[in-house]
Structure formats: C-alpha cells, structure tokens
C-alpha cells in the first residue's frame, strides 16, 4: 500500500503503513485524489516547521470503506473530503470543549500525518461528506474556496468595495471569484499574461500586470480613491509592498494562502497610512460552507488546467512545484491513488 513519508527535507520514501483498526466513532477512508500543492512543496523543501517523518499530502479525497460506532452523518461508501485541517487539542478553547474556535489549528502533513497513502483511519468529524453534484476534483479546491470565505468574513466590507487580489494563482483566483459572488468587486494583479486572462474569463473585470502602469490603473478602478482593501496571496512572490500601496489610509490587508514562504511587509508604509495587517491560512471552520459554495457554482474550476497522474515519483512533482516559475502556474496536479 501506498504510504510517501517524508523522512527528511527532499527525501519521500513510499513505506507500507501498518493497518490500524477503526476505533469507537472513527471511520476509515480508501483515498482517491491528492492534489499536489505548493503547501506540500514547501514542506518538501524543508521548509515550514514540519517534524520527520511525515506523511505528506494536504487536500485530498477519498470513500469510506468502513465505519466503527457512532459517525454522524457519514457513512459507508460515502464520497468524503478529508478535512486539512484539526482543532490543536492544546489551546484554551480545545481544552473547554470549544474545538469549533480552535486559535490554532493542526494542518495535514505538517502537524499530523497527511493523505498521500492509501487508506487513512480518522475520527468521523475530520470528514467531510461530499454531495452528489460536487466532483471529487473540485472538492480538491474545497479549502480555498474556505479560505475565500475566511477572508471576505475577515475584510466584513459593504457590497460594491474594491479589493486588490495581489496575485492572479490558483488560490488568488479563487479568492477573486468569491469576493465577487459576495458582490465585492475585486482587482487581480500579477505579472502573469495568462493568470490575468483567467481572472479575466471567470468575469474578473479589473485584471491589471504589475507593472509602471498600476497604480494609474488602480486610481482609474477606484475613482482616484484606490482600494478598500488588499489580499495578499503568499506563494504568489510579487512585491509585498503592492499590499500597502494599493489601499488607501486606515484600511485592512490580507495575507492569505498556505504555502508559509518568507517575505517581508514594509513596515513603514504599513505605519504612515495607520493600515490593518491580518492574515488567513487555512480554512479551518469553514469548509462546509465552502462545499455549499461549490454546490452553488460559486467559483468556475473549470479554468484551471487539470494533470491526473496514475504513475508518478512525488519527489519529482514536489521538486518542480518548490521552482519559483513552476509555483505560479493555475494547474491542478493530482495523484489519482484509486484506480
């Protein structure tokens, strides 16, 4: 059976796991689909606080093959998202019995073992049952639509306000297209001809280069008044200082995504327009409602590029995703498991 351990920074080793019994409430998932994310990539670098050995592998899919006990609302044979991420057990809200509000969640493959392996025996509430009409692909894209939504409730702006989306990527682009379903008009900026033409075909109407030109643009957008807000994606690697300059005084900027690259914010700038620095990492919470988001039709995954691979050497994905032109492409690379 499948099992891609990672032992040491660029070093996945595919090791059988040992079959665990299903306990009281838990259940046990056959996984179907991994997606290949930066996130992993940067923990295959060696960066991002993981501790060896590590199964690797943070969105995933997959169906039940079996149950023990009491598992509300899950069953056998039940399509499933595997949640990417687990109230800590540790901070003051786990330890009063109020996991919901978790400070600081664990996240798959780097705080507890990840899914790229072949079965995985969790507690029923770290699965999230699938709908018939959301595919087993767009679940995969199910914890940036949950980080969308955590970012439009986190910005709590009035219909109509512009936000600058720094960074037309995968999550950059599904976050746009959820500012917009909440009737926020967002401004995609990147350097990338073809992540604007896709912000461009999900209907992203304000989809700008980073370039001389942009801050003319922007006043242009904004009636000379410039942004509402900003959301900075972070494996998008433009200049973070686009964040602060592209809103005007007193107003909130995001930094949201997962991959846990460093930057560095200017702080001065952050200072002298007295502006709000806030920052969304994962989902946690939210992805039920990021699933009904998909069952609405929310966002258009249809304009990301799809590579399923049957065989594969994830050292060679992972290797390719940590490149820094590699990380900016809206391609979706999935390790299909189930064949």
């Not at 009491?70 to 998202?81: A, D, P, Q, S």
């Not at 700008?208 to 000379?224: F, K, R, V």
Request: aromatic share 8%.
């Amino acid at each position: 059976m499948d099992n891609w351990i990672l032992k040491n920074a660029a070093l996945l080793v595919n090791e059988p796991a040992k079959d665990r019994p299903v306990a009281e409430g838990e259940v046990k998932v056959k996984v179907s689909y991994v997606l290949a994310s930066n996130y992993d990539a940067v923990l295959y670098s060696g960066d991002g606080g993981v501790r060896y050995p590590k199964t690797i592998g943070r969105f995933a899919v997959g169906r039940v093959t079996e149950t023990c006990g009491e598992c509300y609302g899950v069953e056998k044979n039940m399509r499933v998202l595997l949640c990417p991420a687990r109230s800590c057990g540790n901070c003051l809200s786990c330890r009063t019995g109020k996991e919901e509000k978790c400070a600081s969640p664990a996240i798959a493959g780097r705080d507890f073992n990840g899914f790229l392996r072949d079965f995985v025996v969790c507690k029923s509430a770290d699965v999230a049952p699938l709908p018939d009409s959301v595919s087993d692909i767009d679940a995969l894209c199910a914890e940036s639509v949950a980080v969308a939504e955590k970012v439009c409730d986190r910005l709590k702006l009035p219909t109509g306000s512009r936000v600058a989306v720094i960074g037309g990527n995968f999550t950059g682009n599904i976050i746009a297209q959820v500012l917009q379903y909440h009737k926020l008009i967002p401004i995609v900026i990147d350097n990338n001809p073809a992540s604007l033409e896709k912000a461009r075909s999900c209907g992203i109407y304000y989809s700008y280069e980073a370039d001389e030109t942009l801050t003319e643009n922007i006043m242009e957008a904004t009636s000379g008044q410039l942004c509402d807000a900003a959301v900075y994606t972070t494996c998008s690697r433009l200049d973070p200082a686009l964040t602060i300059r592209t809103i005007s005084d007193g107003k909130l900027a995001v930094l949201a995504g997962f991959a846990p690259i460093n930057f560095n914010i200017p702080a001065r700038e952050l200072c002298d327009k007295d502006a709000t620095l806030s920052s969304v990492m994962n989902g946690y919470g939210y992805t039920d409602t990021a699933i009904n988001l998909l069952v609405h039709r929310a966002v258009d995954t249809s304009v990301f590029e799809k590579e399923i691979l049957t065989e594969f050497d994830p050292n060679a994905v992972y290797r390719s995703l940590a490149e820094s032109a590699s990380a900016k492409r809206n391609k979706m690379t999935i390790f299909k498991l189930i064949i």
